[in-house]
């Protein structure tokens, strides 16, 4: 009975330690020395969909849930990447192009941020970095993107490109 | 057996004495090398440093390219403050005059400001862009023989915040509208203030919500916005700072008030500001708030005049009203909540507005008497019958006495006689009534904004006009609001501020939106003095509790507080700094985890910490009874106390200056309330904050 109980333990433990271990992702990153702008990826994230509840007291003094969510459309999921970006070369006068940062997946296919992600700061991903075009300076948060589900599992490679050259970072699972 | 007992009993007893003399020695309350390794530091942040260096590194980029009106350098919201806003920067071969046109959706809607004089560097502000589209903004570049050149620039700017309130305009004529925007004011920390152009459009907002609540803002003669700063006195809305901005988010001077200034401040001939405020010792030394009004010497920034409003009425008055949290045994009490001042130079006289007291006062500023009391005669009688000989008498058909009115303005004299005044407010209508049994059901209120003319030598008083009654319940607002007569047009810009509202139907109840248990809306009407409504918007809640607008301000989109260069000049702080010393209290030698701290800000600033913030016990907030921070390290100990506010925010300025350097732990350590009794039963915690400072 007590070995079964140990061996039970030690599953339980194998399991939650397998289990969180699986959450966490890294990812690898390319540097290029020569880009203007580096960007750093911190955390990234999956989503089916997004979800917050409120509690929200009313008038009577009770209690009420109040559910927030988002959702892609039908068949997607969002990625969601904390970065940072930061401009190594200050004697350049190349601004951050949003338009160049983009998401690749296994197949070629290039998603683009979405033109609105304000939306992260309700589901607590803040700081929410900035879609302004960016002019110096180091600069960091939360942005969103919107892949097919189809794809997630599979190689994610976030790609800047400008002064004819790449950076390129995967997203590793 | 006894034996077999004593080996058992012994030992116990020994690990339980050894037990008690760790966790009654403070041992386990002190930091340790991974507690202040894994603590988060808590950063430096100074707005007008921050701005400078800011406008230094844009210049130091700018400088890394060559720029002309065909290429120029742009960086948009170049402070962090208004999204909707850009710097354009380049340089002529000739001197030239810059006018910027930011295309709009109609002729009502486009603006244009043209930069004072000829150079050859150019610095343009472009405010009023549209959020989450792609903007025209057309340069004319003028030079000096008159040849003119012209570019059109485009710039994409992100579509409004997730919990930006939601605005439904129901009439828009903007041929009869007073040239401008409407400058929408939040109330609460917790919602935006922004600008709408005529079309009910929004053309400008400020993403941090930490300034410039509850207070007017007012546009001085020098061009920029006066506005209350981000450092918090007592929760929500007494501030310690204002600020002289623009709306790129600038802030050229800061003011340090000691008393902390609320819901109004104005601009005096002499330049000098005349602010609603308080003793400079409330709230934790003092026994009343919002019953001071100040004068702000404009060059120093110091408190120059203290106007006790407890020396000019009698603060035991009690009006019916829905100001009140009921808090019992409370530290301190609003008795007046001066939410309005306006000076009549022409005799040396103050007029202050106290809604709780549902009277407009008049004072002379030497030596204090009143002059009269724009108030209804009940509640007057007893122990206050020595006012009775300021009230007013009324005169005329259909008038009606004010009751929690906001915003008292002075108008211009158009009856032709010095013996009278005529006196434009907002008539919130809350109650209606001195007693709560004679009081109107907010079903059946209105508010309104209402002119009165007053006699001052016969002591008559003649309503001779309003508007809002009209409306019925549909823009009572039980708070909040004011209302300002334009000069071009004569019309009135009329803010039905704080309406409470469950399901559609209107509510009293101010303080459970106040704490955010309650959804808040606004309507802004704009009328001609004949009646017709030329723009109406109604603001409702979207992601959030809170759509009141406190108050609504035309003014012009471009004013001179845009001509300046960058890193021209550093911004000034002005005034005196007050914060809390520390002071002592028995803390437990062992922790007690149960408060969780939700921090808005954290950052030092000139030898100060500066904190703001809710405060949850067991993951629940409650009213708070005393709010302590720690600051501690293996060889020092520091408590400070913050002051609480109700539903468990708290706002503090600490003083480091005499906490000898080194690098402390934060712990908070606090007790709350469990229902309205501030004497009541008191549950305490003690824990770490998960923070770290260095102290220089």
Request: charged content about 20%.
């Amino acid at each position: 009975m007590r070995k079964t109980n140990l061996t039970l333990v030690a599953f339980l433990l194998f399991f939650c330690l397998t289990v969180i271990l699986s959450g966490c992702q890294t990812h690898k990153t390319t540097p290029t020395p020569t880009l203007v702008w580096q960007i750093e990826v911190s955390k990234f994230e999956i989503m089916n969909n997004l979800s917050a509840i409120e509690s929200v007291t009313q008038y009577n003094g009770s209690k009420i849930d109040v559910a927030h969510t988002q959702s892609p459309d039908a068949g997607n999921v969002y990625l969601i990447i904390k970065v940072i970006i930061h401009k190594e070369d200050n004697q350049s006068t190349a601004s951050f192009d949003w338009q160049q940062l983009v998401v690749n997946d296994g197949s070629g296919n290039s998603y683009h941020r979405l033109a609105n992600d304000t939306f992260l700061e309700q589901y607590q991903y803040t700081p929410r970095i900035t879609g302004l075009e960016l002019r110096f300076g180091e600069n960091s948060g939360w942005m969103c993107y919107e892949i097919p589900v189809s794809v997630a599992t599979g190689k994610l490679t976030l790609v800047y490109t400008a002064e004819e050259s790449q950076q390129e970072i995967t997203l590793q699972k | 057996m006894k034996q077999r007992i004593f080996y058992i009993i012994v030992p116990i007893i020994i690990i339980l004495a050894i037990a008690a003399s760790v966790l009654f020695s403070g041992v386990l309350v002190m930091p340790t090398k991974a507690t202040l390794a894994n603590a988060t530091p808590v950063e430096s942040y100074d707005i007008l440093e921050y701005q400078y260096q800011r406008e230094l590194n844009i210049l130091s980029d700018y400088a890394n390219g060559s720029y002309t009106p065909q290429n120029p350098y742009i960086i948009q919201d170049p402070y962090k403050a208004n999204p909707l806003s850009a710097l354009i920067l380049f340089e002529t071969a000739e001197p030239a005059q810059v006018t910027a046109t930011v295309i709009g959706k109609n002729q009502y809607a486009t603006f244009t400001y043209s930069m004072d004089g000829f150079t050859t560097h150019h610095e343009v502000a472009v405010l009023g862009l549209y959020p989450g589209q792609k903007n025209q903004v057309d340069l004319a570049i003028i030079y000096q023989n008159g040849q003119e050149k012209k570019y059109e620039q485009f710039l994409q700017t992100e579509p409004l915040p997730y919990d930006f309130p939601n605005l439904a305009v129901q009439v828009s004529k903007p041929e009869k509208m007073e040239p401008g925007v409407d400058l929408m004011i939040s109330c609460l920390d917790t919602n935006y203030t922004y600008m709408l152009d005529a079309n009910g459009d929004v053309r400008g907002y400020f993403s941090n919500k930490n300034f410039g609540h509850c207070t007017a803002m007012r546009v001085l003669k020098n061009g920029r916005l006066l506005t209350t700063g981000d450092v918090e006195k007592l929760m929500p809305y007494n501030m310690y700072t204002l600020w002289e901005m623009n709306l790129l988010g600038k802030v050229f001077v800061e003011y340090e008030i000691p008393n902390a200034v609320h819901h109004d401040i104005i601009e005096l001939d002499n330049g000098d500001f005349l602010a609603a405020s308080n003793n400079e010792n409330m709230p934790l030394g003092y026994d009343t708030r919002e019953d001071v009004v100040i004068r702000i010497d404009r060059q120093s920034g110091a408190v120059t005049q203290q106007y006790d409003l407890r020396q000019i009425l009698d603060d035991n008055r009690k009006p019916y009203n829905h100001y009140d949290p009921g808090v019992l045994n409370a530290p301190n009490r609003d008795w007046a909540h001066t939410n309005s001042v306006a000076m009549d130079e022409g005799d040396n006289s103050i007029i202050f507005s106290s809604p709780i007291q549902s009277a407009v006062v008049k004072f002379n500023a030497d030596t204090h008497e009143i002059d009269w009391i724009l108030s209804s005669p009940e509640g007057w009688d007893g122990e206050f019958s020595q006012y009775q000989k300021y009230l007013l008498t009324p005169i005329g058909e259909n008038f009606e006495w004010q009751w929690g009115q906001h915003s008292v303005k002075i108008l211009p004299d158009t009856a032709g006689d010095s013996n009278t005044i005529d006196i434009l407010l907002f008539d919130n209508g809350q109650a209606r009534s001195y007693t709560q049994a004679n009081s109107i059901n907010p079903v059946n209120n209105y508010s309104r904004a209402v002119i009165y003319r007053i006699n001052e030598l016969n002591r008559t008083v003649e309503q001779i006009w309003q508007f809002g009654k009209e409306l019925g319940s549909g823009a009572y607002a039980t708070f909040l609001g004011n209302v300002e007569k334009m000069q071009l047009t004569g019309n009135f810009n009329i803010d039905f501020g704080g309406m409470l509202r469950q399901d559609g139907v209107p509510l009293d109840d101010i303080v459970q939106s106040v704490i955010g248990r309650q959804q808040v809306q606004s309507r802004v009407v704009e009328v001609q003095q004949k009646g017709e409504v030329v723009f109406d918007v109604s603001v409702t809640p979207n992601n959030s509790s809170d759509a009141e607008t406190y108050q609504v301000r035309k003014m012009d989109l471009y004013t001179a507080a845009i001509q300046y260069l960058l890193g021209d000049s550093k911004c000034q702080r002005k005034g005196d700094v007050q914060s809390s010393e520390p002071t002592s209290y028995n803390l437990p030698n062992f922790f007690i985890p149960r408060i969780t701290l939700n921090f808005k800000q954290i950052y030092q600033q000139n030898g100060n910490l500066i904190l703001q913030g809710s405060f949850l016990y067991n993951g629940k907030s409650y009213m708070l009874g005393k709010v302590l921070f720690v600051l501690k390290n293996k060889d020092y100990q520091y408590i400070f106390a913050a002051t609480p506010g109700l539903n468990g925010n708290f706002a503090a300025r600490f003083d480091l200056n005499d906490v000898q350097p080194g690098e402390y732990a934060i712990y908070v350590a606090g007790g709350v309330v469990n229902g309205m009794d501030a004497l009541g039963k008191v549950n305490f915690g003690y824990n770490p904050t998960g923070y770290k400072i260095q102290v220089k």
